[in-house]
């Protein structure tokens, strides 16, 4: 089964960090492009961050740059998100979604819960 | 503010087709492809179009995409109860070097 699982979301206070991840299974991870787009409550579907499938091209939302690094291992199946300088506005559900090209995003987790709050 | 605008709100009855447009500019629906994302609350989002008009297996036919200048717009005929969800369209856009999504359209099912 094509599968994306991810972890490491919480609460953390202002200004603190976390580190999401995202194991896939039931594909050829390393041939996908990847994404983290973020869901905060009552609100729409915000694009954070790309990466390409060797990790060498990189884009992040402008709310991200500077304060987000998007990291994959292709070895170990997985996608990382470290969260820095974290702001209220962070609070979110965090997916990691599958780019089956032409940025359409075709597989995704079930997203983790991430909560900025003193 | 999403620079991809929809209408907040679209409803039908069941049977009934309706529509829901994604207004943007040159520099993201005028430039590249445009996908549609059916959220339902409690679930993962789901992929409903993409490149414009394509569906991936097992999206009924009921759902439609197009695209035209700098906009493009999402048609669901035979509407049916299980449609009620929020729609989002997206598109890359070259000036923010980002994927946009628009700012969603709640389909209410009367």
């Known amino acids: 089964e094509v599968q994306l699982v991810e972890s490491g979301g919480g609460l953390e206070q202002p200004g603190g960090s976390l580190r999401l991840s995202c194991v896939a299974s039931?594909?050829?991870?390393?041939?996908?492009?990847m994404n983290w787009v973020r869901q905060a409550p009552g609100r729409g579907l915000e694009w954070v961050s790309y990466i390409s499938s060797r990790g060498s091209n990189i884009s992040y939302a402008d709310s991200v740059k500077g304060r987000f690094t998007i990291s994959r291992d292709n070895a170990k199946n997985s996608l990382f998100l470290q969260m820095n300088s974290l702001r209220a506005e962070d609070t979110a559900v965090y997916y990691c979604?599958?780019?089956?090209?032409?940025?359409?995003?075709?597989?995704w987790g079930q997203g983790t819960m991430v909560t900025v709050s003193p | 503010q999403s620079v991809l605008t929809q209408p907040p709100s679209a409803s039908g009855t069941p049977g009934q087709r309706v529509t829901i447009s994604c207004s943007g500019s040159n520099s993201n629906i005028g430039s590249n492809t445009v996908n549609w994302y059916q959220l339902v609350p409690g679930r993962a989002p789901k992929l409903l179009i993409y490149i414009n008009n394509q569906r991936p297996s097992g999206v009924p036919d009921r759902f439609s995409g197009s695209q035209s200048g700098a906009s493009a717009s999402l048609a669901i005929s035979g509407l049916q109860s299980e449609d009620e969800a929020d729609y989002f369209c997206a598109a890359w856009d070259d000036s923010l070097d980002g994927l946009l999504f628009g700012g969603g359209t709640k389909l209410t099912v009367l």
């Open positions: 039931g594909f050829t991870f390393s041939r996908y492009e």
């Open positions: 979604a599958r780019d089956r090209a032409f940025d359409a995003l075709d597989i």
